[in-house]
């Protein structure tokens, strides 16, 4: 079956270093995205990784293992305004289609 | 990035109604488009696989003939809520794929049946 776990929710601090993990099950890969979403808005887009290792993209970095079925998010230099949910997601090989996980809420506390 | 729209943002019918929400890409052409719902505190779940000029691919569960869907060009899939009943409220996203298969968000449109 298809399965992405991430954690319902994580708590950091301003100024800190937070990673959220996602593992995944999927009967196809065709490349993971993390998606940022603040409460009553549409995601939006923040990474994309189709082959292992790290993707660095400012105070955002995503890293993929495929054989682990393994990704994490990681944002440095965290800011209030990073407080929202963070998608995980696995693009399926068949039709393009994108299965979500459930989402990490994260709090960032002064 | 890419620019997604979506009309209305916002929209309150009354129950037995008909609703149609639109979705475009502005500054790319999206061969697929995805129809999302998602209620309060919950991640999104696909409804609907929209492809330019052919039918709609919908996901088990989802009645097509309740939610109809039209991919009448590369830039515009339009969702109709044929019906509509309260417990149709919800949030509507819709998405667009690009040529590099990155998916890009419409800002919703936030449905509310009376």
């Known amino acids: 079956g298809q399965n992405i776990d991430q954690p319902t929710e994580m708590t950091a601090t301003e100024g800190a270093i937070v990673q959220i993990n996602c593992t995944y099950q999927?009967?196809?890969?065709?490349?993971l995205f993390w998606y940022q979403q603040h409460a009553g808005e549409a995601p939006t887009f923040l990474s994309y990784?189709?082959?292992?290792g790290l993707e660095e993209k400012g105070r955002f970095s995503s890293f993929l293992s495929r054989s682990k079925g393994y990704s994490y998010l990681l944002l440095k230099e965290l800011q209030m305004k990073d407080s929202a949910s963070y998608l995980c997601?696995?693009?399926?090989?068949?039709?393009?289609?994108?299965?979500f996980g459930a989402g990490t809420r994260l709090f960032v506390k002064a | 990035g890419a620019v997604v729209s979506q009309h209305p943002s916002r929209v309150i019918c009354k129950s037995g109604t008909s609703v149609k929400i639109e979705c475009r890409s502005l500054?790319?052409?999206?061969?697929?488009m995805f129809w999302y719902r998602q209620f309060p505190k919950k991640s999104l779940m696909l409804m609907a696989t929209s492809n330019e000029g052919s039918k709609a691919t919908y996901e088990q569960g989802v009645e097509k003939d309740k939610f109809l869907i039209n991919h009448a060009s590369l830039t515009l899939s339009t969702l109709t809520v044929t019906s509509a009943h309260p417990e149709d409220s919800s949030f509507y996203i819709c998405?667009?794929?690009?040529?590099?298969?990155?998916?890009?968000f419409g800002p919703g449109t936030r449905l509310t049946v009376l």
């Open positions: 998405s667009a794929r690009t040529l590099r298969d990155t998916q890009y």
């Open positions: 997601a696995v693009m399926d090989t068949g039709g393009f289609k994108t299965i």
């Open positions: 990784n189709v082959l292992d």
């Open positions: 500054d790319f052409q999206a061969t697929t």
């Open positions: 999927t009967s196809g890969f065709n490349g």
